[in-house]
């Protein structure tokens, strides 16, 4: 059963710094990773940072200069450098990917479980 795994969210200050991973799992014949999304309490889920066509990345406004998605499809696992955290970054943070599990398999898309991110003032 493919699964993504995330790790890496926690308690930091406000100014600090927090590296978010995210892994598959599972018999993967075909891992594209999709990006990264948060949701904080009372609001709806958005879009952080993901990968576009042609290998591109997109960011949030909120964290652009602030903010680094990166994958290695070797290791199917995809991460998100988070630099010069702010109190409003607070949120569940989720990766999601395309895979598609053998070579007759369709691709879909997956969602991990969410990682907290809390950072104080």
């Known amino acids: 059963q493919v699964q993504l795994v995330e790790s890496g969210g926690g308690l930091v200050q406000a100014g600090g710094s927090l590296r978010l991973s995210c892994a598959a799992s599972g018999t993967i014949f075909t891992f594209n990773a999709v990006g990264w999304y948060r949701q904080a309490p009372g609001k709806s889920r958005e879009l952080v940072a993901a990968?576009?066509?042609?290998?591109?990345?997109n960011y949030a406004e909120s964290v652009k200069g602030r903010f680094t998605i990166s994958r290695d499809n070797a290791k199917n696992t995809l991460y998100l450098q988070m630099n010069m955290l702010k109190p409003e970054d607070t949120a569940v943070y989720y990766c999601?990917?395309?895979?598609?599990?053998?070579?007759?398999?369709?691709?879909?898309?997956?969602w991990g479980q969410g990682t907290q991110v809390t950072v104080s003032s």
């Open positions: 990968f576009i066509s042609g290998g591109s990345t």
């Open positions: 999601s990917a395309r895979i598609q599990p053998r070579p007759i398999a369709t691709m879909n898309l997956y």
